[in-house]
Structures are given as structure tokens and as C-alpha cells.
């Protein structure tokens, strides 16, 4: 695949503007300010498709990027406190809805920050996926942020914290030092491959 193709196709403020699905998607979940837009941006080599922000909650959309025969979907950070409650169902609604539908989802990459344990938000995530047998894969964001002890107690953390922990595909990533850029990409050319 050829990253630095890809393009953004579209952006959704609710569930019912979403049309229908033409194509295989992988969808990338976290919450707000996890890294969602910056992984985005160094899988596709570019450094502004998706808007990377500092204020967490910015992404109130989902957003739609394509490649080839494959949609990237971009959904909404959740967790983030300082919004209104409206606006929390909306995008509660948002992503919901879309993991719901019954679209080709072949895979979701569910991001972690690997310097904290998983909050409320990330497990309910987790096991949302499980019981919705849907595939997807951990990626421990900010990796280069932790010395090489620190990473090591948080992986044994996350052994217990995280259900089904052994089963579960997981790639440190860092935004500095590209890690975990080619093992996301491989598994996005497996999946891609597998539909032509």
C-alpha cells in the first residue's frame, strides 16, 4: 500500500449521516488526547492528515480517510470531563452507533496511553469488544515516554488490569521514535491483502 496516498473522504457529526458502507474499514478508538490523530498521521507519513490537537475532546466527529480499498475510521475521543452531557451522549451515540451497525469492520485499534493504567472508560471499551466479537488491537501510546523500567512495570501492570491480556495482540508506539509504525502498518496490509 502506498500510505502517502491516503486521503480524508469525509467527517460526521452524528450516526445518521454516516452513509453506507462501500468498503472494508478499520477504525481507530481511545480516549480523548490518547494519540488517535497523531497515530494516524505517522502510519500515513503525513503530518497533517488527521488535526492533531493539545486540547483534549477536539475530535467530536468521526472522520473518514481512504486508502485503496480500505476506510480509516476515525472515532470520537471519549472521557473527556469537561464537556457537556449532551455533547458526551452525542459522541457516546456517535461511536456506539457506528461499532454497532453491522458495517465491514475488520479490525479496531483501541489506543492506551502506556503511562497509566487503563481508565473506566478503556475497559468498558474492551470488554464492548470482546462481547461484540469484534477483532482489535491494543496500541500502548506514548511509549517513549517511560525509561525501560518504568515500561517494564507497566507491562506487568497491564498483565492484570487489562482482561484477556494474553490473548490480545498489543503494540508499544511511539510519535518519536516511529516504534510500532511498521507492525500497525503489516497488520493493515494483512487485512488489506486478505480482500483483494
Known amino acids: 500500500m502506498n500510505y502517502n496516498k491516503a486521503e480524508f473522504h469525509a467527517s460526521f457529526g452524528t450516526f445518521s449521516q454516516i452513509p453506507a458502507c462501500s468498503r472494508m474499514e478499520i477504525a481507530f478508538a481511545g ?8 497515530l494516524i498521521n505517522k502510519i500515513f507519513n503525513r503530518k497533517n492528515l488527521a488535526r492533531v490537537s493539545s486540547v483534549p475532546g477536539k475530535t467530536a466527529t468521526i472522520n473518514f480517510y481512504g486508502l485503496e480499498n480500505v476506510f480509516f475510521v476515525d472515532l470520537p475521543g471519549y472521557g473527556y470531563a469537561k464537556v457537556a452531557k449532551s455533547e458526551k451522549r452525542r459522541w457516546s451515540e456517535l461511536i456506539e452507533g457506528y461499532l454497532n451497525s453491522g ?3 475488520r479490525l479496531v485499534f483501541l489506543l492506551i496511553d ?3 493504567a487503563p481508565s473506566a472508560d478503556d475497559l ?3 470488554n464492548y469488544l470482546i462481547d461484540a466479537e469484534l477483532p482489535f ?3 500502548l501510546t506514548k511509549a517513549d515516554k517511560l525509561k525501560v523500567m518504568q515500561r517494564k512495570a507497566r507491562m506487568e501492570a497491564f498483565a492484570e488490569e487489562i482482561p484477556y491480556f494474553d490473548e490480545i495482540h498489543i503494540v508499544p508506539f511511539s510519535s518519536q521514535t516511529f516504534e510500532g509504525v511498521e507492525e500497525v502498518r503489516n497488520i493493515i496490509e494483512e ?6
Open 137 to 139: 488491537v491494543i496500541i
Open 103 to 105: 458495517r465491514d469492520l
Open 124 to 126: 468498558h471499551m474492551i
Open 31 to 38: 480516549r480523548s488526547n490518547v494519540g488517535k490523530s497523531t
Open 114 to 116: 502506556m503511562r497509566h
Open 191 to 196: 487485512l488489506a491483502q486478505e480482500e483483494s
